[in-house]
């Protein structure tokens, strides 16, 4: 039997969003497989039904969803004659409301109403055109995580143009990998910023981007007044930029582009995603009411930069009526006496966050670190915590639970930034059940699928979607893009989204990530998950951080395990055996590492995922084909001088 760590209390099943909504749809909100098999059956009825619970600004047309037979996933339509504007729902409301928090590791909170961010987004609008900008042009951002992105981000879509962000931590190549693919106008720019207690001047590397893209003719930059960046395009300050006017929208059809995001580039460019703007919009609303049950008033909270798929989906909290965080800088910061664990818990107990969102690597931090945030902080807002990035281990759910709050939901969710969204998320009427993902994502006809391609319960296999739904990418930009999308989920089933995830389906309705399919482990020809060997290390204090891998040996592949470890520890063989005996109890005897090797750093991309694949490139001597979209790519050195014979 799964461990039942949290259950809804009777009042749920009447009063939470997603109650009202299967009631007003004639379903019983104790019978959420009839829900779901509904909004999977009709999915016009259900979409449709979604806008007009969300009460979305638009109209909708008459048509709520067009079916190819001949090519249901790439080639069927929703709401093909709806006209709405993302920013227009997302800025709705009483301006007198707290819209933005903005907060940062010093200290610093400010709350910003809805009627002050109109007033900014409409001086950036004027700007805009004045600049030259008008519909399905693209304007980039480079920014930390404060207003002046989100106003910066607001003011594009307003007027019906394509936005697409990037950290002011990326370095410059990694940068003109991605809005150099898409023709930006307009760039939104940091010169500089503060990360964990340092300050960084970035302005010669904007210089080198913007030399590096023709195609920009405006450098809009943010943050305290300084030297400008040396540019030869027009360079104006983000106060200086825009005039007092009317706020009005440009209303757009459903599938017109608003976003475009980028996978990771780890084997090759970044693929530039294009996101349509009722997808967004009707995926966020779904997520954020149904499944969060997010209430007007409630504040939302998300750790995250610019450039993640996180930052757009906390954003879209404003169109419940929520207020978000904007925090802009470390999670954990350096002091005389170790790491200290508080900011994010100060701002969410100043901010009376009601939703916190997180990642498995931050708990295990605070984990080891020994802290509690339940007994340190007043928490009595917190009605959610949630994590996404990569699988929560069974022992994380146990820790949340002990070491935050015991009454309140904590969902892990997963999805992906080719989908702006998730597939698997949590419930405010489904029990919370220890190590799993609670449910599948109205809407969304998830399964898992073994190699003959029929679904399965109990057993691993690939996570799959097999019918449309509107947020799938629109396509993927540049030449050939709709074919390098059909590719790249539609090749190994045709007109079934496979997603790229190991997956489990349990009998109760929710599902266990087993990892990524491209980091899968086959030893002796068996597929098994990386994420039970993760698991298993988070509960020894002298790993910091790990890695692991499959390595190719005479017609075979061995696990490589490696391993970080803290200060003040090594690798000796008694610790090695003991972390074989930990993966072996808690995993299985296929998943215990033929080699476990003591590193000085764990490769990440920029967007914070461990890089298994590039370490065991680097391992067979082989290049890795984009080191610019990796944090610290110097670390890889490392794994290709990894020596066996000197393995524990």
């Given at each position: 039997?799964?461990?039942?760590?949290?259950?809804?209390?009777?009042?749920?099943?009447?009063?939470?969003?997603?109650?009202?909504?299967?009631?007003?749809?004639?379903?019983?909100?104790?019978?959420?497989?009839?829900?779901?098999?509904?909004?999977?059956?009709?999915?016009?009825?259900?979409?449709?039904?979604?806008?007009?619970?969300?009460?979305?600004?638009?109209?909708?047309?008459?048509?709520?969803?067009?079916?190819?037979?001949?090519?249901?996933?790439?080639?069927?339509?929703?709401?093909?004659?709806?006209?709405?504007?993302?920013?227009?729902?997302?800025?709705?409301?009483?301006?007198?409301?707290?819209?933005?928090?903005?907060?940062?590791?010093?200290?610093?909170?400010?709350?910003?109403?809805?009627?002050?961010?109109?007033?900014?987004?409409?001086?950036?609008?004027?700007?805009?055109?004045?600049?030259?900008?008008?519909?399905?042009?693209?304007?980039?951002?480079?920014?930390?995580?404060?207003?002046?992105?989100?106003?910066?981000?607001?003011?594009?879509?307003?007027?019906?143009?394509?936005?697409?962000?990037?950290?002011?931590?990326?370095?410059?190549?990694?940068?003109?990998?991605?809005?150099?693919?898409?023709?930006?106008?307009?760039?939104?720019?940091?010169?500089?910023?503060?990360?964990?207690?340092?300050?960084?001047?970035?302005?010669?590397?904007?210089?080198?981007?913007?030399?590096?893209?023709?195609t920009v003719t405006t450098l809009v930059t943010t943050g305290e007044p300084g030297a400008r960046p040396t540019c030869a395009v027009d360079c104006i300050s983000f106060d200086d930029f825009g005039s007092d006017d009317p706020l009005t929208?440009?209303?757009?059809?459903?599938?017109?582009?608003?976003?475009?995001?980028?996978?990771?580039?780890?084997?090759?460019?970044?693929?530039?995603?294009?996101?349509?703007?009722?997808?967004?919009?009707?995926?966020?609303?779904?997520?954020?009411?149904?499944?969060?049950?997010?209430?007007?008033?409630?504040?939302?909270?998300?750790?995250?930069?610019?450039?993640?798929?996180?930052?757009?989906?906390?954003?879209?909290?404003?169109?419940?009526?929520?207020?978000?965080?904007?925090?802009?800088?470390?999670?954990?910061?350096?002091?005389?006496?170790?790491?200290?664990?508080?900011?994010?818990?100060?701002?969410?107990?100043?901010?009376?966050?009601?939703?916190?969102?997180?990642?498995?690597?931050?708990?295990?931090?605070?984990?080891?670190?020994?802290?509690?945030?339940?007994?340190?902080?007043?928490?009595?807002?917190?009605?959610?915590?949630?994590?996404?990035?990569?699988?929560?281990?069974?022992?994380?759910?146990?820790?949340?639970?002990?070491?935050?709050?015991?009454?309140?939901?904590?969902?892990?969710?997963?999805?992906?930034?080719?989908?702006?969204?998730?597939?698997?998320?949590?419930?405010?009427?489904?029990?919370?059940?220890?190590?799993?993902?609670?449910?599948?994502?109205?809407?969304?006809?998830?399964?898992?699928?073994?190699?003959?391609?029929?679904?399965?319960?109990?057993?691993?296999?690939?996570?799959?979607?097999?019918?449309?739904?509107?947020?799938?990418?629109?396509?993927?930009?540049?030449?050939?893009?709709?074919?390098?999308?059909?590719?790249?989920?539609?090749?190994?089933?045709?007109?079934?989204?496979?997603?790229?995830?190991?997956?489990?389906?349990?009998?109760?309705?929710?599902?266990?990530?087993?990892?990524?399919?491209?980091?899968?482990?086959?030893?002796?020809?068996?597929?098994?998950?990386?994420?039970?060997?993760?698991?298993?290390?988070?509960?020894?204090?002298?790993?910091?951080?790990?890695?692991?891998?499959?390595?190719?040996?005479?017609?075979?592949?061995?696990?490589?395990?490696?391993?970080?470890?803290?200060?003040?520890?090594?690798?000796?063989?008694?610790?090695?055996?003991?972390?074989?005996?930990?993966?072996?109890?808690?995993?299985?005897?296929?998943?215990?590492?033929?080699?476990?090797?003591?590193?000085?750093?764990?490769?990440?991309?920029?967007?914070?995922?461990?890089?298994?694949?590039?370490?065991?490139?680097?391992?067979?001597?082989?290049?890795?084909?984009?080191?610019?979209?990796?944090?610290?790519?110097?670390?890889?050195?490392?794994?290709?001088?990894?020596?066996?014979?000197?393995?524990?």
């Amino acid at each position: 039997m799964s461990s039942v760590l949290w259950t809804p209390a009777p009042a749920a099943f009447q009063s939470s969003n997603l109650a009202r909504f299967s009631l007003a749809n004639g379903f019983d909100p104790r019978d959420y497989e009839t829900l779901h098999r509904w909004s999977i059956g009709d999915p016009g009825a259900f979409w449709r039904a979604v806008w007009d619970f969300a009460e979305v600004i638009g109209d909708p047309g008459a048509i709520s969803f067009l079916r190819d037979d001949q090519a249901p996933m790439t080639k069927s339509r929703f709401l093909p004659e709806a006209s709405l504007n993302l920013a227009e729902n997302l800025l709705r409301g009483d301006g007198a409301k707290a819209a933005v928090i903005e907060a940062d590791e010093s200290g610093h909170f400010r709350i910003i109403t809805l009627r002050e961010l109109r007033r900014l987004v409409a001086r950036t609008v004027h700007g805009l055109r004045a600049a030259g900008v008008g519909k399905s042009d693209c304007v980039g951002g480079i920014l930390p995580n404060r207003v002046e992105g989100l106003v910066a981000l607001l003011a594009t879509l307003s007027i019906g143009a394509v936005w697409s962000s990037c950290s002011p931590d990326f370095g410059a190549a990694a940068i003109v990998d991605r809005l150099g693919q898409i023709g930006v106008k307009v760039l939104f720019a940091a010169p500089r910023y503060r990360y964990a207690g340092r300050d960084h001047d970035i302005s010669e590397r904007l210089a080198a981007i913007v030399a590096a893209m023709p195609t920009v003719t405006t450098l809009v930059t943010t943050g305290e007044p300084g030297a400008r960046p040396t540019c030869a395009v027009d360079c104006i300050s983000f106060d200086d930029f825009g005039s007092d006017d009317p706020l009005t929208f440009e209303r757009v059809p459903f599938d017109h582009p608003t976003y475009v995001l980028y996978t990771s580039g780890t084997t090759g460019a970044p693929k530039a995603i294009v996101h349509r703007t009722g997808g967004v919009l009707l995926q966020h609303l779904k997520e954020h009411l149904l499944h969060g049950d997010v209430h007007p008033g409630d504040v939302m909270s998300w750790y995250t930069n610019t450039a993640w798929m996180m930052y757009h989906w906390l954003i879209s909290g404003l169109a419940c009526g929520a207020a978000v965080v904007l925090y802009d800088g470390a999670p954990i910061l350096k002091s005389a006496d170790g790491l200290d664990p508080s900011p994010l818990w100060t701002m969410a107990e100043r901010a009376k966050v009601t939703h916190f969102g997180t990642s498995p690597k931050y708990l295990a931090t605070l984990a080891a670190e020994g802290y509690a945030p339940g007994r340190l902080h007043d928490l009595s807002s917190l009605r959610s915590v949630l994590s996404a990035g990569a699988p929560v281990s069974p022992g994380q759910f146990d820790w949340v639970y002990e070491y935050v709050k015991r009454d309140m939901i904590f969902a892990s969710i997963s999805g992906g930034t080719e989908i702006i969204g998730c597939f698997l998320l949590g419930s405010p009427i489904h029990a919370v059940r220890r190590g799993e993902l609670t449910v599948k994502g109205l809407g969304l006809a998830v399964a898992v699928m073994d190699e003959r391609n029929a679904p399965i319960i109990g057993r691993q296999g690939d996570l799959v979607c097999t019918e449309p739904f509107p947020s799938m990418p629109l396509t993927f930009w540049g030449k050939e893009g709709d074919t390098r999308y059909h590719a790249t989920y539609f090749a190994a089933r045709p007109e079934i989204w496979t997603h790229g995830d190991v997956a489990e389906m349990t009998a109760y309705g929710s599902a266990i990530i087993h990892g990524r399919s491209d980091t899968t482990l086959k030893p002796g020809g068996v597929r098994i998950g990386t994420a039970e060997i993760y698991a298993a290390c988070e509960g020894f204090a002298e790993i910091e951080d790990c890695l692991v891998f499959g390595a190719p040996v005479e017609g075979d592949e061995e696990i490589v395990l490696c391993v970080k470890l803290s200060n003040g520890f090594a690798l000796t063989p008694d610790l090695a055996t003991q972390i074989r005996r930990a993966i072996r109890e808690g995993a299985s005897p296929r998943h215990v590492p033929h080699r476990i090797h003591a590193v000085r750093a764990v490769p990440y991309t920029l967007n914070g995922k461990r890089v298994e694949g590039a370490a065991r490139t680097m391992l067979e001597g082989k290049p890795v084909k984009n080191m610019a979209s990796l944090a610290n790519p110097a670390c890889l050195e490392e794994y290709r001088a990894l020596d066996r014979s000197k393995a524990a």
